[in-house]
């Protein structure tokens, strides 16, 4: 006799219980011989043809059944059924999308849909009713917006604050070098309009934040997160298991990328894979780590296919499957992902039930915290100009570069050392604690680490370099290239 677990919003049709054992020897019997139980629950489980409703998952131990054998999947005496409907009312895409019709512009734009049978005029329809949300147009946001907008979604919108700058144009394909201080939003919604004028693109210019999230979100079916750090990330997956809306995840780094679909009809959420982030500086960010031009396209289109397969409601979404994808071996593995029952946002039991500080949770300091510490000049630093005088006086110190040599290369300061941080903790012996030394980097952030190396071994004649080689750049020495 398996077991069925009765999630709390169905107990009311079960007299308050919340396993009930039932006869049965497949998962499709016990639930069958549940709801003759209890026939309140029927219309509850199952649709008018008798399927199981899309918005309840049913799990047999760990495992979703539509991995396993769906309602003929083996259920023996010691196996629990869970039914796991959507979480906190959102319909998310489990309700048809609306359809708009088409007119006949838009008939001959989109022939080649209209004539694949899964897509079809009623898909095209479906499409052009959609309303999908892009967090960023950075790398991943720059394919996704040019191809959902080519696709014909037919609303489109856009949260970004930022400026395109010429780092950008290695990969942010949706830019070109006229844009070059431009809002990403303006240049990003021309060329989707200039692509496709039948669809309409909302700029949302703002950092995405626990006060606005929910706000913008909820006028929205689906989610696409093209975000690159990890406070805006957790609030992405919060918001949209809170909302009850598909996040279509993407991440890179370097020749490596991620894609899955978060939160879909009671699927796993960022937080049931990753349930704490990673310490702050540990995982570099692309600005820090570099990525390949190409990897976002990659990355980025593999979540515009599931946002058009989760409006057309065809194929086997991307949830509850976590893809990985290696470049550099030109190979995908997948993982299977699992909700976790005690997740703090989308489990049994929540308690995260309204958006928190996704600043303080992943330890990293809030974009005012950062513009204060960064207009300063803290004990233990000194600005880029002092260091210029110091070098020009000629002063007696040591000058030390903590970056990788193919970075050197790239730029360096005249009469810095080089000494790469990997290589810091055991050349300590190699610097002279009675000298006064100053360590640079790229930014300023792993030559903090390389002071605080040096400070711990007793050094106390050590300062940081502040904003490192690019601040050098900006004023110090304008031919030095920045990267
Ligand atoms: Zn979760």
Not at 202 to 207: D, L, Q, S
Not at 374 to 386: A, C, L, P
Not at 447 to 476: E, H, P, Q, T, Y
Request: charged content about 25%.
């Amino acid at each position: 006799m398996p077991r069925i677990l009765i999630p709390t919003p169905l107990r009311q049709y079960t007299g308050k219980q919340d396993a009930v054992s039932v006869d049965g020897s497949t998962v499709g019997e016990a639930l069958s011989a549940l709801t003759s139980q209890y026939p309140d629950l029927r219309k509850q489980i199952f649709n008018d043809q008798g399927k199981i409703r899309s918005f309840v998952n049913v799990y047999l131990n760990d495992e979703d059944i539509r991995y396993l054998g769906k309602d003929s999947t083996t259920a023996g005496e010691n196996d629990t059924i869970s039914l796991v409907p959507s979480i906190a009312g959102g319909s998310g895409v489990a309700e048809p999308i609306e359809q708009a019709s088409l007119s006949k512009d838009e008939i001959l734009r989109y022939s080649r849909h209209l004539i694949i049978p899964e897509v079809g005029m009623e898909g095209q329809e479906k499409l052009k009713a959609a309303r999908v949300l892009l967090i960023g147009a950075g790398g991943l946001g720059a394919p996704l917006g040019l191809y959902l907008s080519a696709a014909g979604v037919g609303r489109l919108g856009i949260v970004d604050f930022d400026v395109v700058d010429f780092t950008n144009l290695q990969r942010q394909v949706i830019h070109s070098t006229p844009d070059v201080g431009r809002k990403k939003l303006d240049s990003a919604a021309e060329k989707m309009q200039a692509i496709n004028p039948h669809v309409s693109v909302t700029k949302h210019e703002t950092a995405l934040t626990s006060e606005n999230a929910l706000d913008i979100l909820k006028d929205y079916d689906i989610v696409v997160d093209g975000t690159d750090n990890f406070p805006t990330r957790y609030l992405v997956n919060d918001a949209c298991v809170l909302l009850g809306k598909p996040n279509v995840y993407g991440s890179i780094f370097r020749f490596e990328g991620q894609a899955t679909v978060f939160a879909y009809q009671g699927g796993p959420c960022y937080r049931c894979l990753y349930p704490e982030p990673p310490p702050p500086g540990l995982v570099p960010s692309c600005a820090e780590g570099g990525v390949l031009g190409i990897l976002p396209g990659t990355i980025g289109l593999i979540q515009a296919t599931e946002t058009v397969k989760l409006i057309l409601g065809i194929g086997e979404p991307l949830a509850g499957r976590l893809l990985l994808y290696d470049a550099l071996a030109m190979r995908f593995r997948e993982l299977k992902l699992r909700r976790d029952p005690e997740c703090p946002v989308c489990g049994e039991h929540p308690t995260i039930t309204k958006l928190i500080d996704y600043h303080q949770f992943c330890g990293v300091p809030s974009p005012r915290e950062a513009a204060r510490q960064e207009s300063k000049v803290n004990e233990g630093e000194i600005d880029v100009t002092e260091v210029k005088q110091k070098l020009d006086r000629g002063d007696d110190f040591t000058l030390i570069d903590v970056r990788e040599p193919h970075e050197y290369k790239i730029a360096s300061i005249p009469g810095a050392r080089l000494v790469p941080l990997g290589e810091f903790p055991r050349r300590v012996g190699e610097f002279d604690p009675e000298r006064d030394i100053v360590i640079h980097c790229k930014s300023g952030m792993r030559s903090a680490k390389a002071c605080g190396i040096l400070r711990n071994a007793g050094f106390k004649r050590v300062r940081n370099m502040k904003g490192g080689i690019l601040a050098w750049s900006d004023r110090v020495d304008p031919s030095v290239p920045k990267y």
